[in-house]
């Protein structure tokens, strides 16, 4: 997970030295583009962000500090915090299909939480699957645990595959 600090720029300030858990640095000089810090990533719990400000003297200010706390992160970025999630370590994009992406078969080949699918000719089924209703599992994760066949890989993770691994992992 990360933070992002803001800050307003001034004329008197030069810059600003920031840190997490231990004593502030890292120097930014002013004027920046975009006013602001991402901090981290950070992991669950507590870190201490200290941050002081340098004036164009070169007079460094005191340093202030403030504690982020973190309730659950999101290691592997698929969407799903760590703590539900069933799958840690998804890769998105996944590298299969091995072949190409059949017809209302899923796997996670865009770079997002949503499978993508080849949608069928006309009515069939129009389905959506997210790694939010896998509890954050690529189609290569379910393959593995379900021991699904070569098709599978070849092809993108079937309806009954999601459907079986969504009502497994959602009781």
Known sequence: MFAIWSFASTNDIYGFSYAINEEPDKIIELPISQPYVALGPLDNGVSTFSVLAIDKADNVGPSSSFDIVVLSAD??????????????????????????????????????????????????PRLSYTT????????????????????????????????????????
């Open 75 to 124: 290691a592997d970025a698929d969407g799903v915090l760590d703590g539900d999630d069933n799958c840690p370590g998804t890769i998105i994009p996944e590298s299969m299909p091995t072949r190409s992406l059949g017809v209302n078969r899923f796997s996670l080949v865009g770079g997002d939480n949503v499978f993508d699918t080849t949608a069928p000719n006309g009515k069939g």
């Open 132 to 171: 939010a209703d896998t509890a954050g599992c690529s189609c290569t994760q379910i393959i593995e645990v379900q021991g699904l066949d070569n098709g599978h890989t070849k092809f993108g993770c079937s309806i009954s595959a999601m459907d079986d691994w969504v009502l497994l992992v959602n009781p």
